[in-house]
């Protein structure tokens, strides 16, 4: 074989390589838009609370909102978070924009269960099953960071300040801060996710939110909170 056709051969098998993984990909992607199913990431997040991991994926689940599980009895509305509740070692569920944010129990080691919850939610979610039924979120119209028609002018401040400026830095740790009540200068608040527990969380309440609250809101004397 002349050195000619030997590199005609070189290029032809090269060319022959390359269409195989083209046309592997194609119709990997058809098979994708014919089931509807695409492929799902999940990687995690440490937070400040050792006790809670947060689970990022590469598709929304409840987009612009959140809501808090503490338990299995408060899960019914998240046919998700009601699976995940039958792992043994898990003791609340946070769900919000793409992430899911566990809390585990005491003696369990995260390195040995973060496997099987990243397959196990992958799995869900390639599969397209609810992660929220809306219509079942039973909405207490007095708690959270929604601007109410009958809200007082010191209240709806107080909801945008914490939409604004707390909701996207507590996000990145895997919680939510929620508005529960205003009285005579005191601000209630609900910590849930990663900020229910953790350590660090009342570090945060007074040198960081009380502090800019009574700055921008001079009608709060105080900012108080409860784990959900």
Same mark, same amino acid.
């Given at each position: 074989?002349?050195?000619?056709?030997?590199?005609?051969?070189?290029?032809?098998?090269?060319?022959?390589?390359?269409?195989?993984?083209?046309?592997?990909?194609?119709?990997?992607?058809?098979?994708?838009?014919?089931?509807?199913?695409?492929?799902?990431?999940?990687?995690?997040?440490?937070?400040?609370?050792?006790?809670?991991?947060?689970?990022?994926?590469?598709?929304?689940?409840?987009?612009?909102?959140?809501?808090?599980?503490?338990?299995?009895?408060?899960?019914?509305?998240?046919?998700?978070?009601?699976? !995940?509740?039958?792992?043994?070692?898990?003791?609340?569920?946070?769900?919000?924009?793409?992430?899911?944010?566990?809390?585990?129990?005491?003696?369990?080691?995260?390195?040995?269960?973060?496997?099987?919850?990243?397959?196990?939610?992958?799995?869900?979610?390639?599969?397209?099953?609810?992660?929220?039924?809306?219509?079942?979120?039973?909405?207490?119209?007095?708690?959270?960071?929604?601007?109410?028609?009958?809200?007082?002018? !010191? !209240?709806?401040?107080?909801?945008?300040?914490?939409?604004?400026?707390?909701?996207?830095?507590?996000?990145?740790?895997?919680?939510?801060?929620?508005?529960?009540?205003?009285?005579?200068?005191?601000?209630?608040?609900?910590?849930?996710?990663?900020?229910?527990?953790?350590?660090?969380?009342?570090?945060?309440?007074?040198?960081?939110?009380?502090?800019?609250?009574?700055?921008?809101?001079?009608?709060?004397?105080?900012?108080?909170?409860?784990?959900?």
């Amino acid at each position: 074989m002349s050195g000619g056709e030997q590199g005609d051969l070189e290029v032809n098998e090269g060319r022959g390589f390359w269409m195989g993984i083209v046309n592997f990909a194609g119709q990997t992607r058809r098979a994708m838009i014919k089931t509807g199913n695409p492929v799902i990431s999940i990687y995690t997040e440490m937070t400040p609370n050792p006790e809670t991991m947060k689970f990022v994926a590469n598709k929304l689940l409840y987009p612009g909102k959140s809501i808090d599980f503490p338990d299995v009895e408060a899960a019914k509305p998240s046919p998700l978070a009601i699976e !995940v509740f039958g792992f043994p070692f898990i003791k609340s569920v946070f769900i919000a924009s793409n992430f899911v944010t566990l809390t585990k129990t005491p003696d369990t080691d995260w390195n040995d269960v973060i496997p099987t919850i990243r397959q196990f939610l992958k799995e869900y979610l390639e599969e397209n099953k609810p992660v929220i039924n809306e219509e079942e979120v039973v909405i207490v119209k007095s708690e959270g960071n929604t601007i109410d028609a009958d809200d007082d002018d !010191v !209240v709806k401040r107080i909801k945008e300040l914490l939409e604004n400026y707390v909701k996207p830095a507590v996000e990145m740790d895997g919680g939510a801060i929620q508005f529960k009540s205003y009285q005579e200068g005191v601000v209630n608040l609900m910590l849930q996710g990663s900020c229910s527990g953790c350590p660090s969380s009342m570090i945060t309440l007074k040198a960081g939110i009380e502090g800019m609250m009574k700055r921008m809101i001079p009608e709060v004397k105080e900012v108080v909170a409860e784990a959900e």
